[in-house]
């Protein structure tokens, strides 16, 4: 079955660091969206991306955030200075048209030291 | 924008007993409403999903009733096993963008 696939796994970093996270979703869709998952509470969203831009994004979505697709195949989510509060688990989705269920990564656990 | 609850936030069950989880969404518009599982360290798998022309779908022990008007909808599992014990979400979407719930952690005592 086609996975979303996401690196690293877990990512330690020191506050006001930059970090890049990669996502490399499924080949056919079209659709690429970031969320994170704070330990214990809610997957919320951060980002959608559609032919080559942003489409949507939450409040949380700051300027401190960037998405990119590179080339063909990856998708990465840049935290410019990290802060201690971004500390969260970031998932990867991705989706090959509108009104169906997403594909998540596995994760990527973000530490913030 | 679109608000979902979650209910209830944790849930024991013996095996072989029922586990039912609900949710509530605000928005109208919502027309898809998926249901994740989402197991230690790993990301949300999509379990079953309904569209909003349908009161109710079933596969195999897990089934999921909508009820439009009431903007609530629910998962059921019967029979449940140990390997079912994890967190499960609900969300709603709009447009494409989607709302989950808080999450359910479900545990079935062997």
């Known amino acids: 079955e086609p996975e979303v696939t996401q690196t690293p796994s877990h990512q330690v970093t020191q506050m006001g660091q930059e970090v890049i996270l990669r996502c490399v979703p499924i080949?056919?869709?079209?659709?690429f969206y970031w969320y994170r998952q704070i330990l214990g509470q809610k997957v919320e969203f951060l980002v959608s991306?559609?032919?080559?831009?942003?489409?949507?994004k939450s409040e949380i979505f700051d300027d401190q955030f960037s998405v990119e697709r590179p080339d063909g195949s990856n998708f990465t989510l840049k935290i410019r200075s990290t802060k201690l509060e971004d500390s969260a688990m970031y998932f990867c989705?991705?989706?090959?048209?509108?009104?169906?269920?997403?594909?998540f990564g596995s994760g990527t656990r973000l530490t913030v030291v | 924008g679109e608000n979902v609850e979650q209910h209830p936030s944790t849930l024991s069950v013996q095996e072989g007993d029922s586990a039912v989880i609900k949710c509530t969404y605000s928005?109208?518009?919502?027309?898809?409403f998926p249901w994740y599982k989402q197991e230690l360290g790993k990301g949300p798998q999509l379990i079953i999903d309904?569209?909003?022309?349908?009161g109710e779908k079933k596969d195999q022990r897990i089934a999921v009733t909508l009820n439009k008007t009431a903007k609530h909808f629910s998962l059921h599992i019967t029979e449940t096993q140990p390997e079912d014990s994890a967190v499960y979400f609900c969300?709603?979407?709009?447009?494409?963008?989607?709302?989950f719930g808080t999450g359910t952690s479900l545990t079935v005592i062997p």
């Open positions: 989705a991705s989706l090959e048209q509108p009104d169906y269920g997403y594909t």
């Open positions: 969300a709603a979407n709009t447009g494409n963008q989607f709302y």
């Open positions: 309904i569209r909003s022309n349908v």
């Open positions: 991306f559609y032919n080559n831009e942003i489409s949507e």
């Open positions: 080949s056919n869709h079209l659709y």
């Open positions: 928005d109208s518009a919502s027309n898809y």
